[in-house]
């Protein structure tokens, strides 16, 4: 997992799937459309969604396989609960048309990061992650961009 301010993101990628993923991030506000973004076919694409904020018994704790994710809020703040897959257990099978694998929570979490407009978030498959929680005492409504980006195009060293 890496976490910084978005115009710190050259430090840790130096590749056009990047470049793409960080200018589409660049571009958004609060006020841009919640949609599904393609910036390269299937192989990197973003999409804008809002929801209310939860509690960690209503969050969900996931992670992918074939997709890096880049979150990053555009207006409220979530609070991201990590945890390393290779120390939990699965509540159901991979799907792999989704790219997504569910987890049992297992306990507090051994790192939480609060992510507020700026700050980004990059979630590799081997950290499991559970967003949409709250960071205050109660709910509140956010919007956020999720940018996928396969693996394959990563450029990383594995």
């Not at 590749?15 to 973004?37: C, H, I, P, V, Y």
Request: charged share 25%.
């Amino acid at each position: 997992m890496i976490v910084d301010r978005i115009e710190n993101w050259k430090r840790y990628f130096n590749n056009a799937a990047w470049q793409r993923a960080f200018d589409f991030l660049g571009s958004l506000s609060a006020d841009s459309d919640e949609k599904k973004t393609e910036l390269d076919g299937d192989e990197v694409f973003g999409r804008v969604m809002s929801y209310a904020t939860c509690g960690p018994n209503e969050a969900v704790l996931e992670a992918h396989r074939d997709y890096i994710d880049v979150q990053m809020t555009l207006s409220g703040s979530e609070g991201i609960d990590w945890f390393p897959t290779q120390s939990l257990e699965s509540s159901g099978p991979y799907n792999a048309q989704k790219d997504v694998e569910y987890f049992k929570r297992p306990g507090p979490a051994p790192a939480r990061v609060n992510v507020f407009p700026g700050t980004f978030v990059v979630l590799f498959p081997e950290d499991a992650h559970m967003p949409k929680q709250m960071t205050g005492s109660s709910s509140e409504q956010i919007k956020k961009v999720v940018v996928k980006l396969k693996m394959s195009r990563a450029g990383l060293a594995s």
